[in-house]
């Protein structure tokens, strides 16, 4: 079936680095993604999204950006600091109104 | 906050009990989800509403598992007859037709 993965399972970042969380998916009709960061104990929280029609969006010391090419997507944040520390997972719409996510990768902020 | 808010927390109860979880979405998100997340795994998705319609179920989601919209505002999930390996957290996520915020989710552990 259809799935979202991710390169990595973990990622220790320096604090005050740059972080790149990377996320590959398989479903070419993917026209939606989003990315969430989830804290331990509490429900994932809402971070960027972005519509295939577009290849980078950017937030608040975040940018996203997506390849269809190589149906990749990445998450960056800058200048991390330890309230980064967490899972992030990716997650795709393919237009069915259900999001289909990967297992996460946990982001570790090292002071 | 994003608005979902998700009753309770934490439920511990013992196989062969019936549980339900509550969800309470802001007025304005007309789409209402629920999700299944295992440790270490991505949610998974179980079904959806728009209004009081559910208008998709996940083959996740067995007959022993109903979620009901009654007035298309909060929602209900209840699981009869509860086994070990329904533990898990259940999450509602509310939003439009493609962004999706989530609720911080009732975490179940069957014993």
């Known amino acids: 079936g259809e799935s979202v993965g991710l390169h990595l399972p973990t990622l220790s970042v320096q604090e005050g680095d740059n972080s790149i969380i990377n996320c590959a998916y398989s479903?070419?009709?993917?026209?939606?993604f989003i990315w969430y960061k989830q804290e331990s104990g509490k429900g994932p929280q809402f971070i960027i999204d972005i519509r295939s029609n577009m290849d980078k969006r950017q937030g608040q010391r975040v940018t996203v950006l997506l390849n269809k090419t190589v149906k990749h997507l990445s998450l960056q944040i800058a200048a991390t600091q330890p309230g980064d520390s967490a899972v992030y997972f990716c997650?795709?719409?393919?237009?069915?109104?259900?999001?289909?996510f990967g297992t996460g990768t946990r982001l570790t902020i090292i002071p | 906050d994003t608005g979902v808010s998700q009753n309770p927390r934490h439920k511990i109860t013992k196989r062969g009990q019936n549980v339900t979880f509550r969800c309470d979405p802001i007025s304005e998100h007309n789409r209402l989800y629920w999700y299944r997340q295992t440790l270490g795994q991505g949610p998974e998705f179980l079904t959806y509403f728009q209004n009081e319609a559910q208008l998709e179920k996940s083959r996740l989601l067995s007959d022993r598992f109903s979620a009901e919209r009654p007035k298309g505002s909060f929602s209900t999930l209840e699981i009869q007859r509860t086994e070990q390996g329904d533990s898990a957290m259940y999450l509602c996520?509310?939003?439009?037709?493609?962004?999706?915020?989530f609720g911080p989710g009732t975490r179940l552990t069957v014993t």
């Open positions: 996520a509310a939003g439009g037709l493609y962004e999706q915020y």
């Open positions: 479903n070419s009709a993917s026209d939606y």
């Open positions: 997650a795709e719409n393919f237009g069915n109104e259900k999001l289909t």
